[in-house]
């Protein structure tokens, strides 16, 4: 636990030296008004956006997100700082739910706000220790979200915005890119936060496809099979599906056969709508 009495730009109203930053809720705070400029201009806000932000923490980016949309719906975790956001943005357009964001459902929430909006997006500096769990979450759960803006670990950005046969390419990768376009929007080094952490960062777009380019006939057999396939990257796709899947090897040999792959070939030379043709045809 550590004093965030050393964060300058810290408004007035709190009581700074009361508040103890707690490492178990990935509490990094960003410090750089330059950086939090920057970030709001990165995803679709008008005056008619729905911002959903998770983790506000002090509420150094709410106050710039507010600032460029109609209405922000925030999740914040950490009891001891809601009488903070309260006191900061006492009679905004902000709803201030002092909510796991894991355990919440979106769409719900959304509609309990009864306000019209054009677009929803969410926008976060991610409590990193749950970057996976929350982006799977909303690309799963929601059908009201339609874009992400979201700061994480560089290595966990290139790994979610890699291509095939590139070294950050694994089965997150997949996952991803199957229901979003993914692209790092900026590089943010480790200075701009308090406490700095151990790590670079960096903010990832993700826009929602619309309609999903191509769709497996069945997700979970698809999900299986892209898990399965990384299991041992060092090993062949095959070597790797015989013992995630349980097939016979004659019969994975085959199909990679009939679908016109070489036997020998690794799940990271594979792009999405490979993984969805080879789980189609197990699916038959
Ligand atoms: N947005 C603030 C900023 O940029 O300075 C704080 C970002 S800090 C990296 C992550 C925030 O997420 C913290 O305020 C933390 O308490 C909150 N948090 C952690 N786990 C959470 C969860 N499961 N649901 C909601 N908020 C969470």
Do not use: W
């Given at each position: 636990?550590?004093?965030?009495?050393?964060?300058?730009?810290?408004?007035?109203?709190?009581?700074?030296?009361?508040?103890?930053?707690?490492?178990?809720?990935?509490?990094?705070?960003?410090?750089?008004?330059?950086?939090?400029?920057?970030?709001?201009?990165?995803?679709?806000?008008?005056?008619?956006?729905?911002?959903?932000?998770?983790?506000?923490?002090?509420?150094?980016?709410?106050?710039?997100?507010?600032?460029?949309?109609?209405?922000?719906?925030?999740?914040?975790?950490?009891?001891?700082?809601?009488?903070?956001?309260?006191?900061?943005?006492?009679?905004?357009?902000?709803?201030?739910?002092?909510?796991?964001?894991?355990?919440?459902?979106?769409?719900?929430?959304?509609?309990?706000?009864?306000?019209?909006?054009?677009?929803?997006?969410?926008?976060?500096?991610?409590?990193?220790?749950?970057?996976?769990?929350?982006?799977?979450?909303?690309?799963?759960?929601?059908?009201?979200?339609?874009?992400?803006?979201?700061?994480?670990?560089?290595?966990?950005?290139?790994?979610?915005?890699?291509?095939?046969?590139?070294?950050?390419?694994?089965?997150?990768?997949?996952?991803?890119?199957?229901?979003?376009?993914?692209?790092?929007?900026?590089?943010?080094?480790?200075?701009?936060?308090?406490?700095?952490?151990?790590?670079?960062s960096a903010i990832v777009k993700l826009v929602v496809k619309d309609e999903l380019e191509v769709c497996p006939d069945n997700q979970e057999l698809f999900y299986k099979v892209v898990r399965g396939s990384?299991?041992?990257?060092?090993?062949?796709?095959?070597?790797?599906?015989?013992?995630?899947?349980?097939?016979?090897?004659?019969?994975?040999?085959?199909?990679?056969?009939?679908?016109?792959?070489?036997?020998?070939?690794?799940?990271?030379?594979?792009?999405?709508?490979?993984?969805?043709?080879?789980?189609?045809?197990?699916?038959?």
């Amino acid at each position: 636990m550590k004093n965030i009495g050393t964060a300058t730009h810290v408004k007035s109203t709190i009581k700074k030296e009361e508040f103890h930053i707690k490492k178990k809720f990935g509490q990094n705070f960003l410090v750089d008004q330059n950086i939090l400029r920057k970030i709001v201009t990165i995803p679709s806000l008008t005056d008619e956006t729905l911002v959903i932000e998770i983790g506000p923490g002090m509420g150094s980016l709410t106050e710039h997100l507010l600032a460029k949309s109609k209405f922000v719906l925030a999740y914040e975790i950490d009891p001891d700082l809601i009488p903070i956001l309260n006191e900061t943005f006492k009679g905004q357009n902000i709803s201030i739910q002092n909510k796991d964001f894991l355990k919440t459902n979106i769409d719900e929430d959304i509609e309990e706000l009864n306000i019209s909006y054009d677009n929803v997006v969410v926008v976060a500096n991610l409590p990193y220790y749950i970057t996976t769990p929350i982006i799977m979450k909303i690309i799963e759960e929601s059908s009201k979200v339609k874009e992400m803006v979201l700061m994480m670990q560089l290595e966990v950005a290139r790994r979610l915005t890699s291509k095939p046969s590139t070294k950050d390419y694994n089965s997150l990768s997949i996952a991803i890119q199957y229901k979003t376009f993914a692209e790092i929007a900026l590089k943010v080094p480790r200075t701009v936060f308090i406490p700095a952490p151990n790590v670079d960062s960096a903010i990832v777009k993700l826009v929602v496809k619309d309609e999903l380019e191509v769709c497996p006939d069945n997700q979970e057999l698809f999900y299986k099979v892209v898990r399965g396939s990384f299991v041992q990257r060092r090993k062949t796709l095959v070597n790797n599906l015989l013992s995630s899947l349980n097939l016979p090897k004659t019969s994975v040999i085959e199909m990679l056969e009939d679908l016109g792959y070489n036997p020998q070939i690794r799940a990271e030379s594979l792009s999405v709508n490979d993984f969805i043709r080879i789980s189609d045809y197990l699916n038959k």
